[in-house]
């Protein structure tokens, strides 16, 4: 709207020098149509000092949102990563940053995961943290997409996380129906899933190279949410606000 009553201000200054004379001979219509621009103008500024009242009132809420995707996706990654026995053994931030790296090399993630579902015992502990995964990510999402969903630059955050859970729920889908757990509640949400009707054969290779991009997914949407959440509400603010230089 605004860059609409931008050009038409602008024609309107042009057929003012080219054919003034028009305007001078229908004043009525020049009248509606410096109106209409006042109108287009004003309603385009006044939308978007609303949305940036909104945006500013939602941004702490939606920094919590945010860590709280950032926490599952990180569970995710972290926990292929330890069932893979890939995990790092540092504590505290160069564990993480280990971790990220470990993640985005594919051939070593590749091959530590297909010993991973060759091995029974482990890929039966597979089975289970990929349950709690796509459980954990379908609470997180069911309590807070339909809040960030409200405001359009947060919708955008959410469908990511949401291909994230889904990716998820559809190798706890098809794990669950394969090998069907002692949960009936699991058991009818295998039965019910459409990855049984899609998927012909759930493999060890198949399932090792899903694995690995699920990983990368969650880990590359664990960096890139944290530094959309720490924009949208900077560190300086909550030092400022608990008055700690933490």
């Given at each position: 709207?605004?860059?609409l009553?931008?050009?038409?201000?602008?024609?309107?200054?042009?057929?003012?020098f080219t054919?003034?004379?028009f305007?001078?001979?229908?004043a009525l219509?020049?009248g509606?149509?410096?109106?209409?621009?006042?109108?287009?103008?004003s309603?385009?500024?006044?939308?978007?000092f609303?949305?940036?009242?909104?945006?500013?009132?939602?941004?702490?809420?939606a920094?919590?949102?945010m860590?709280?995707?950032?926490?599952s996706?990180?569970?995710i990654?972290?926990g292929?990563?330890?069932?893979?026995?890939?995990?790092?053994?540092?504590?505290?931030?160069?564990?993480?940053?280990?971790?990220?790296?470990?993640?985005r090399?594919?051939?070593?993630?590749?091959?530590?995961?297909?010993?991973?579902?060759?091995?029974?015992?482990?890929?039966?502990?597979?089975?289970t943290?990929?349950?709690f995964?796509?459980?954990?990510?379908?609470e997180?999402l069911?309590?807070?997409?339909?809040?960030?969903?409200?405001?359009?630059?947060?919708?955008?955050?959410?469908?990511?996380?949401?291909?994230?859970?889904g990716?998820?729920?559809?190798?706890?889908?098809?794990?669950?129906?394969?090998?069907p757990?002692?949960?009936l509640?699991?058991?009818?949400?295998?039965?019910?899933?459409?990855?049984?009707?899609?998927?012909?054969?759930?493999g060890?290779?198949?399932?090792?190279?899903?694995?690995?991009?699920?990983?990368?997914l969650?880990?590359?949407?664990?960096r890139?949410?944290?530094?959309?959440?720490?924009?949208?509400v900077p560190?300086?603010w909550?030092?400022?606000?608990?008055?700690?230089?933490?």
């Open positions: 709207m605004a860059v009553a931008i050009a038409a201000v602008a024609g309107g200054v042009v057929s003012d054919s003034g004379s305007w001078e001979h229908h219509l020049s509606l149509a410096a109106s209409v621009i006042v109108v287009i103008l309603v385009a500024v006044i939308n978007e609303l949305e940036r009242r909104r945006r500013q009132r939602w941004s702490v809420l920094q919590y949102v860590f709280e995707l950032i926490r996706a990180r569970m990654w972290s292929i990563l330890e069932v893979a026995g890939l995990l790092p053994v540092q504590s505290g931030q160069e564990s993480l940053d280990a971790g990220m790296q470990i993640v090399d594919t051939p070593r993630m590749t091959a530590a995961l297909q010993q991973v579902v060759e091995d029974e015992d482990r890929s039966a502990r597979l089975h943290e990929i349950a995964f796509a459980e954990h990510a379908d997180v069911g309590r807070w997409a339909a809040v960030m969903l409200n405001v359009e630059v947060y919708a955008e955050i959410i469908d990511r996380h949401v291909e994230l859970a990716d998820i729920a559809w190798i706890a889908g098809l794990l669950d129906n394969s090998d757990p002692d949960d509640r699991r058991q009818r949400r295998a039965r019910s899933s459409p990855a049984t009707q899609i998927e012909n054969e759930l060890g290779q198949w399932l090792a190279d899903r694995m690995v991009v699920i990983a990368q969650a880990e590359a949407l664990d890139g949410t944290l530094e959309i959440a720490l924009k949208i560190v300086e909550w030092q400022t606000r608990l008055r700690t230089n933490a």
